[in-house]
């Protein structure tokens, strides 16, 4: 009897491995087929210098995983809209919106490898989403976000839009990047707001950022 | 043992020439990076992110008689602290945490190349 446990424990762990090793790998053999030639997934961060920065024809997605709602990137990737107003690493040429299309299963599988790849550096669960007071001075008087990021008011051009932040980004992975920006993507066009602004404020800002619709 | 002294000075000199070379060349580089999206590739203040939502006109570097004015210790400041160190738009945020002092010291040259002008 106990040997009939075991052996169907066993039996039972091996189709769980097998079963998510080769979900998992389904998704890594298409992104290094369709997507490895603009994104990189192997972290941490790899850029040193600005020439390394404009060398990514497409944004780093080691941390893909921390950053983005699983339902928005399933959808997303098979109806990809752009999300910079200007082609990636570009201040003049015009974003085409010609990041490929992915069908229903290869998006599925794609999304399951994606929200695979996460930060230590990103805590679960401590961001909700609010619009207060004092994260609407900073984010519009003390520290103006929308000169670079669009938002539904509109704003500026060249960082990405902030239009849809609810549902396309992880409240918790906003915080992360604005208290440890350099974690994320040491050579980047945006301010190190945490050199600048207490926990408390960048806390505040980007549960606000998580309301934007 | 004197020569070997020579030699690593020699090799040492001409290995901070070459930087300081690479260093003037790279300052296009840093500006354009983080500067040129508000203040234009040109300095002339007429950068993308300019639409009609932004609430101030960015530093229009070309232009000699405002850039007079403005000493080189006042530019380092505002590079490094903000556009509010020196009571100006916050539109123009602190970079101090992100280039080095030699970074921001190359953008100051940058800066008075572009208006052809010394500081106060």
Known sequence: MKLLAVTVSIGAAMLVMTTATSYAAGGDAIFKKSCASCHYTDGPAKEKTIADQLAKKGPELWYAGSKFQ??????????????????????????????PKSSAADAAALTDYLMGLTSPEVKAGVIKAAATPQAKQIFNKKMPCGGCHATEKGGGLSGPSLVGAAKRLNPDWIYAYLANIKHFKPVRDMPD????????????VAAYVATFE | ??????????????????????????????????????????????????TKDFATDPRNFTNKEDMEKRSDEDIRGVIKDGGPSISKSPLMPPWGATLTAAEVDGLLAYIRKMCNCKGK
């Open chain 1, 70 to 99: 699983k339902a928005w990137l399933g959808a997303w990737l098979q109806d990809p809209k752009p999300i910079r107003a200007l082609k990636y690493n570009s201040l003049t040429d015009k974003n085409k919106g010609d990041h």
């Open chain 1, 193 to 204: 707001f945490g050199s600048v602004l207490n926990p408390k404020d960048l806390e505040a």
């Open chain 2, 1 to 50: 043992m004197s020569r070997i002294v020579m030699t690593a000075a020699v090799a040492l000199g001409l290995a901070l020439g070459a930087g300081s070379a690479a260093q003037a060349a790279d300052t296009k580089q840093v500006f354009d990076f983080y500067c040129a999206q508000c203040h234009g590739e040109k300095g002339d203040g007429k950068g993308i992110n300019v």
